[in-house]
């Protein structure tokens, strides 16, 4: 199970940090992903990272903003949100793929075998 928590709501140009931690299983030897779907959209793919945290991959909209990064003592990914826009607004997922190594395409959800059920994240 994937546990997604720190969403909320924040101005314009403000800061989050999402938080996913796994349980009943570890993720260390996987890559993890980060997802976001707004209303009437299709989910897309904002960041990923290698199991090692030695790759990291972010979608265009988000570089130079947000950052991914593990703790795999903790079992746990983040994703470090700065200089918020209006359109972040969504529900932001983190995901597993069962592969140490992200594949070319990270932002394709069909790579990504567990999901969690997502945390709000609303900018005004």
């Known amino acids: 199970q994937l546990v997604e928590s720190g969403g909320g709501s924040v101005q314009t140009g403000g800061s989050l940090t999402l938080s996913c931690v796994a349980s009943?299983?570890?993720?260390?030897?996987?890559?993890m992903g980060w997802f976001r779907q707004a209303p009437g959209k299709e989910r897309e793919g904002v960041a990923s990272i290698y199991s090692n945290g030695g790759g990291t991959f972010y979608a265009d909209s988000v570089k130079g903003r947000f950052t991914i990064s593990r703790d795999n003592a903790k079992n746990t990914v983040y994703l470090q949100m700065n200089s918020l826009k209006p359109e972040g607004t969504a529900m932001y997922y983190c995901a597993a793929e069962t592969a140490p190594r992200c594949e070319s395409t990270w932002y394709e959800t069909r790579w990504y075998a567990y999901w969690g059920q997502g945390t709000q994240v609303t900018v005004s």
């Open positions: 009943g299983y570890t993720v260390t030897a996987y890559c």
